[in-house]
């Protein structure tokens, strides 16, 4: 695996690349890799030539009172599970090279940033939208992989690229979960194991969610009484929010008719976590060939 830090290099090596035909995967992460990371390497090495993975904790994405200097960083580890997952190349740049001195120009995904996360982390989505534009602009991949949990940034970078024309392909890879159905997270890391018993509200919240829209429940005010009983029964998950959308426009879904996107978010102690669930009604599903 190669490794690189100049975003000059990178984008040499990728243009090489390039002109040779190879076809580029591009999987950005903020390090401290999941089984969830990996699987989004897995499906980018299956799809592609070359993967180029990206570590970069972005400043530009966490709000003042939120945990840039804490998140965790595993470079030894990380590095060992991209080489063993056959990534070609580590872009690895210090912020420096991502914001030079005097850098002043933001994207800004107007609407998509404003619902779900957007409410509780202003500013968050355009610091996503930057640094995604930034990178891609160095890698220059053909395909751009995102994980579905971070549904809302998905849907944001998604209308990025259709807008801007940039001309990558954005797939979504499943939610991977551990085996009681937490969301894999980093932050998943600072749960103590009470603090992990409660954030798996969040998860029973969106099954039983899906399980009344099996028994026929076609409201969502329905469905968020329903997701609040059950966060009731876990008092150390203070929620956020917990919303039935559009999964491509975001905007609030009354009733559920096809398919639609339960966003849900919470803190346990000081750690904010998000979860998701794509449900639709039975027809729906059928009509869609889904499971
Ligand atoms: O999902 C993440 O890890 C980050 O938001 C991303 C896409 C790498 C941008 O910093």
Redesign the pocket.
Known sequence: MIERTRPRAVSAICETWRAQGRRIAFV???GALHAGHLSLVRRARRDADRVVT?I?V?PL?FGPREDFARYPRALARDRALLRAHGVDLLFRPAVGDIYPAGDATRVQVTGLDQPLCGRSRPGHFT??AT??LK?LEIVRPHVLW??QK?AQ?AAI?ERMVRDLRLGVRVRRAPIVRDRDGLALS?RNAYLSPAERAQALGLWRGLQAARAAVRRRTRSAAVLRRVVKAVWRSHPGLRPDYMEVVDPRTLEPAAAIRGRVLIAVAGYVGRTRLIDNLLVAPPAARRRRGAA
């Open positions: 950005p992460t903020m990206s970069f972005n994405q610091g996503v640094v995604v990178l995102l994980g971070d940034q970078v980093s």
